[in-house]
C-alpha cells in the first residue's frame, strides 16, 4: 500500500516512520528543505505527560482579561476581524468548564501516555541521540492561591494513571538545586519523576533518516498547493512545482496549516495558531543551570536543558499566520529566565526563535479519519504537545491509514467531536 503524508514535522515523520515499519510505501511531501523545520524546530523539549492539561480551563478566559496589553502576558489576544479565530475562540470558551475539562484531559492523557510508551520503543529501535534527560519535570509555584487551585488537579491526574508529586519549596530546591537563589520566593511544586525532555528537532532529524534507510521517500521544498478529490476518495497531492503524487492513503500532518489544506475540500478542522516563542542559550561552563526540566507557572514558561544547552520556552499569541519573533516579547523570556537562574547559560549569545503551535480549542489533537473521503487521515492539531504525542499520535495515524486497530481507543479524538 502506498501511503503520503503531508508534512515533514515531528508528526509527519514519527507517522511515517511507523508506517515504514509496518510495511508500507511511504512518500512524505515536505515544503521545507528537512524536517522539523517549522514548528517542531525549537519548541520547550518537555515530554509532559504529567502536566497534560488542556488551556481551555474556568479561570482561564479571566486570566487572559488580566493579562491583556502586558508584554508578559502569557496568553495574548489581539483584538482584530479573523472570522476563524472568533469561532475558535467560542468553541474554546465552550471548554471552559469543569466538566468539559475532566473529559479533555482524560483524552490528551490517554493519547500522552501511550506516546510516551512508544517514544521508549522507538528509543529502543533506532538509538536515536536528541539530548534526552529522564529527570523528571518539575512544575514551581510563586503565588498561594495558584498553587491551591492547581493542587485538585493532582488527584484528578493520578485517577487518570499519572505520577505527580507534592513538594514544598525546601523540596523544590532538594530536587532541583539551581533554583536555591529563588527558594524564598516558592509556595511550592508538583514533581513528575517519569516525565523527561530532550530535543524534538534533533530527534525529528534521527528519525527521518531512519525512515529513509527504510525506504521512506522524502520530497523536500515541494509546497502542496491542494489534494486532489475523485469521486469519495484522494486522488492525489499536487504540488506547486507541477508535481503530482498519487497514493492509496493520504495522512494530513501539515501542523497549523492543515485547515487551510482541508478547506477547499469542505472539511472544517478548527486548529488555530498560537505562537509561541523559544530562546536557546549556550551553557558555556554555567554551573547554575537546571538539569530537571521545569514548569514556571507565574509566567507559563518552561525550562529544559538540551545537552549543552538551555531551552526556554512559553507564552501563546493569537495572530494568525505570523511566526516572526516580536523582540520585547522574546527578550521578556530571557530576563525572566535569567532572574530564576543567573548563572544559567551565556545570555549575550541567546537565540530566538518563534513557531505556530496548531491548537485546537479542547486542547485535544485531532486523529481519525476525514469525513466525506475514504482514503483521507488526520493527524493534527497537536498544540502544545506536539512533542509529547508524536510518537503516539503517530502510530494511531499509521494504523487507521492501514485499516489495522490502534492499540487504544480513539473515541473522542477524531474531528466528529465537534459536531
Ligand atoms: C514555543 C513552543 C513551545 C513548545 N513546547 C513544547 C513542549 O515542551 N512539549 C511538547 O510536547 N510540545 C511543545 N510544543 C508544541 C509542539 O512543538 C508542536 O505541537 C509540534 O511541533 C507540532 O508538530 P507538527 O508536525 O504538527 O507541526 P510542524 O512541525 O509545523 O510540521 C508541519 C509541517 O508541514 C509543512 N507544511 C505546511 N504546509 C505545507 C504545504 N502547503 N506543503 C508542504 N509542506 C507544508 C511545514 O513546513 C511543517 O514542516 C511547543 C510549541 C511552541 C511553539
Known sequence: MKVVVLGAGVIGVTTAWWLAREGADVVVVE??????????FANGGQISVNHATPWAA??????ALRWLGRVDAPLLFHPRFDPPL??????????????????????ILRVALYSRRLLGLVRAETDIAYDRLGRGILHIFRDRAEY?????????????????????????????????????????GMFSP??????????????????????????WNETISRLRASGDAIAAVETKSGEEITGDVFVVALGSYAPLMLKPLGIALPVYPAKGYSVTIPIAGHAGVPTVSLIDDAYKMVYSRLGERLRIAGTAEF??????????????????????????GDASRAEFWAGLRPSTPDGVPVIGRAPRFRNLVLNSG??????TMAAGTGRLAADLALGQPTEIPLDGLGLERFG
Not at 493542587?151 to 508529586?165: A, D, I, K, T
Open 86 to 107: 472568533f469561532a475558535w475562540l467560542t468553541r474554546f470558551l465552550a471548554n471552559c468548564t469543569r466538566e468539559r475539562v475532566r473529559l479533555n484531559t482524560e483524552r
Open 31 to 40: 515544503r521545507q528543505r528537512g524536517p522539523a523545520l517549522e514548528t517542531s
Open 319 to 344: 495572530t494568525g499566520y505570523d511566526a516572526t519573533v516580536t523582540p520585547r516579547r522574546a527578550r521578556f523570556l530571557l530576563e525572566t529566565a535569567m532572574k530564576l537562574f543567573p548563572d544559567g
Open 382 to 387: 497537536h498544540g502544545t504537545l506536539g512533542w
Open 58 to 63: 474556568p479561570s482561564t478566559p479571566w486570566k
Open 194 to 219: 517519569n516525565d523527561e525532555s530532550g530535543d524534538a528537532y534533533a530527534f525529528t532529524v534521527g528519525l527521518a533518516e531512519k525512515a529513509h534507510e527504510r525506504g521512506v521517500m522524502f520530497l
Open 148 to 188: 491551591d487551585a492547581a493542587l485538585p488537579s493532582v488527584e484528578l491526574m493520578s485517577r487518570l494513571g499519572c505520577e505527580r508529586r507534592i513538594v514544598d519549596a525546601a523540596g523544590c530546591v532538594a530536587l532541583e538545586p539551581a533554583l536555591a537563589t529563588v527558594e524564598r520566593d516558592l509556595v511550592g
